[in-house]
């Protein structure tokens, strides 16, 4: 068995950009809260030290900086929410039964004591947001399961900010589970193994003999362990953690896991049915942080690309993991949220006082805002889009494009 690098005392380790890990120290709770705000009011929000507080021993703390922080992960403007999904969200949904039976069962996921009546309401608001990502994402396709992450959001931010994390989770973080078959969930599963076998070969071969495959993981991986876990303040940890890193970091963990419990293993009967029963109940008292430490250690040791090499997962193409470098980048130019409540503020006031021309045409130069307001409506169709995206540094690129001549904007696009 191939011995994990030990860390050194009082240390942690954090998530880069790309999806690999570096060593921080860990901090106390006071410095760790003033890291993280002022990380939220850097211009632009410095997402790699919140990546590295979500990583790190305790996480994001409370679900106060939850609420602040996790948007920020996701590159979600707290200010430009979607509504809330209309009465006719569930006329007609090929989903809405197969949701409602999901959603009724689900009431451990909710906190005890939680009176029947708060309850029942959330859970009318969990059908409406989950039937609402469908709606709006036809391509997707439901999964049973996908309803345990919806509630974890929807207990921590509420209906809107829900809508707005679920939508972009399931197109980036969960997109391979969202597929019309299983192919795709099947292939980051098939990464279990491989990690296991770089690890502690022996542990590896004894399951390969018990032919116990990976289904045993698969409900840890597609509800990124809300649906097996009783402690609602462990979900939360592995949130903070899983939102802050690559979307296979949940197989990794799963892969911890596993060798955190080869005694247990290896003195089971190699045998398929006691191997998976033994596996597929995961111990409440598990050491959480340990485990969450050992992941980004194996990560950082074997990490997807190292492993992709095998000929069993060369052969499928993981949306999750192609999309998720340019993801990355993309919630690097953020605004905090004092800027973007400011921005709200003058752009309501802007509309309320709108001359002909828009705020875009005024501040181009006026031979130029005279060749804009005349011109291609996919030019300006592309740069609000893509201001809307980057803000300021896009629109100061599409103004000098504008200069140069407006013929060489379109060629961006």
């Avoid at 999904?85 to 989903?95: A, I, L, T």
Wanted: proline share 5%; net charge positive; with cysteine.
């Amino acid at each position: 068995m191939k011995r994990l690098k030990r860390k050194k005392p009082h240390g942690a380790v954090a998530v880069n950009g790309n999806g690999s890990v570096t060593r921080v120290l860990d901090c106390g709770r006071k410095q760790k809260l003033a890291v993280i705000h002022q990380a939220l009011i850097s211009d632009p929000v410095d997402i790699e030290t919140l990546r590295r507080a979500a990583a790190s021993k305790g996480g994001l703390l409370t679900d106060e900086l939850r609420r602040k922080v996790w948007p920020k992960l996701l590159n979600i403007n707290v200010y430009d929410l979607p509504h809330k999904p209309g009465q006719d969200v569930r006329e007609n949904h090929k989903d809405y039964n197969q949701v409602v039976l999901d959603v009724r069962r689900s009431m451990k996921r909710f906190p005890k004591g939680m009176p029947a009546t708060e309850r029942a309401v959330l859970q009318e608001q969990l059908i409406d947001i989950i039937l609402e990502i469908m709606k709006r994402n036809p391509q997707l396709h439901y999964y049973q399961g996908y309803h345990d992450v919806a509630v974890t959001l929807l207990l921590v931010v509420g209906e809107r900010m829900t809508i707005a994390m679920l939508d972009t989770l399931s197109n980036y973080h969960l997109r391979d589970f969202m597929d019309p078959t299983m192919d795709s969930t099947k292939h980051i599963l098939n990464y279990l193994m491989p990690i296991l076998e770089q690890v502690d070969g022996e542990l590896h071969d004894f399951m390969i003999r018990a032919e116990v495959g990976t289904i045993f993981a698969l409900s840890w991986l597609i509800t990124w362990y809300g649906h097996v876990l009783s402690d609602f303040k462990y979900t939360l940890r592995l949130y903070d953690f899983f939102l802050a890193s690559h979307p296979l970091m949940p197989i990794y963990l799963a892969a911890t896991i596993v060798l955190h419990r080869t005694k247990e293993v290896k003195q089971t009967e190699c045998d398929m049915a006691m191997v998976h029963h033994l596996l597929s109940r995961i111990p409440q008292d598990l050491p959480y942080e340990l485990l969450i430490s050992q992941s980004q250690e194996l990560f950082d040791q074997y990490p997807p690309s190292l492993l992709a090499k095998r000929a069993a997962l060369q052969s499928h193409r993981s949306l999750s993991i192609s999309t998720f470098q340019a993801f990355q980048l993309s919630t690097l130019h953020q605004r905090p949220d004092s800027v973007l409540q400011r921005l709200k503020a003058e752009g309501s006031t802007t509309s309320r006082h709108a001359s002909r021309h828009s705020g875009l045409e005024a501040a181009l130069p006026r031979e130029r805002s005279q060749l804009w307001g005349k011109g291609n409506r996919i030019v300006k169709m592309a740069v609000w889009g893509l201001s809307a995206t980057l803000g300021a540094a896009v629109f100061a690129v599409a103004q000098t494009a504008m200069e140069w001549g407006p013929e060489l904007l379109l060629q961006l696009f």
